[in-house]
């Protein structure tokens, strides 16, 4: 829950870029997603946790590599297009995702068909989240703490996406059964 609490945080600083508005709209596309493939609320967050665990070593070693500002950029890319094409697979290789499919195949039981429809939008879904950290346009120096958080975590439940999910749909519709 840690990852969460790091997520509303974000929001009420004013030097970062989150906002309800940004985590209401991410919801809206997981729960679109939900509605229109008829997948239910548990397989989306089982598909977020698998997302989530399988990209931070790749996302860890990007930032390694190519430094946090230029993983930053990469993540807003990402987030900004439609999760397809040059902009996921900059920064996601097609073999990851590949990877990724069959692992929530495996674990969930749903179809590798619905599975890879699915999967753009899960991860865009979590690269928005993470995304929320980032700073404010013009906070010069400022990292992204939220991406830091995730990327320093020792793979503990504190840091799963199916749980930030989950709150987070609680945190924008709370009269919702």
């Known amino acids: 829950m840690s990852l969460f609490f790091d997520l509303l945080s974000a929001v009420n600083?004013?030097?970062?870029?989150?906002?309800?508005?940004?985590?209401?709209?991410?919801?809206?596309?997981?729960?679109s997603l939900t509605a229109n493939r008829g997948m239910q609320p548990n397989q989306v967050q089982?598909?977020?946790?698998?997302?989530?665990?399988?990209?931070?070593?790749?996302?860890k070693q990007q930032q390694a590599t190519i430094g946090s500002g230029?993983?930053?950029n990469l993540i807003s890319q990402v987030v900004a297009s439609d999760a397809s094409g040059s902009a996921l697979t900059s920064l996601l290789s097609p073999q990851l995702m590949q990877q990724i499919?069959?692992?929530?195949?495996?674990?969930?039981?749903m179809s590798p068909n619905l599975v890879q429809s699915a999967l753009p939008t899960i991860?865009?879904?979590v690269l928005g989240m993470l995304q929320?950290?980032?700073?404010?346009?013009?906070?010069?120096?400022n990292s992204n703490p939220l991406l830091n958080s995730f990327l320093d975590s020792d793979?503990?439940?504190d840091t799963d996406f199916g749980d930030v999910m989950k709150f987070?749909?609680?945190f924008i519709n709370p009269n919702a059964a």
């Open 13 to 31: 600083n004013p030097d970062q870029q989150a906002n309800v508005g940004q985590l209401a709209s991410i919801m809206n596309s997981v729960q």
């Open 46 to 59: 089982s598909m977020m946790s698998i997302v989530g665990n399988m990209i931070r070593p790749v996302l």
């Open 70 to 72: 230029r993983l930053e």
């Open 101 to 109: 499919s069959e692992a929530v195949t495996q674990q969930t039981g």
């Open 123 to 125: 991860v865009r879904a």
């Open 132 to 141: 929320m950290g980032a700073p404010q346009t013009g906070a010069w120096g």
């Open 155 to 157: 793979k503990d439940s």
């Open 168 to 170: 987070a749909n609680r």
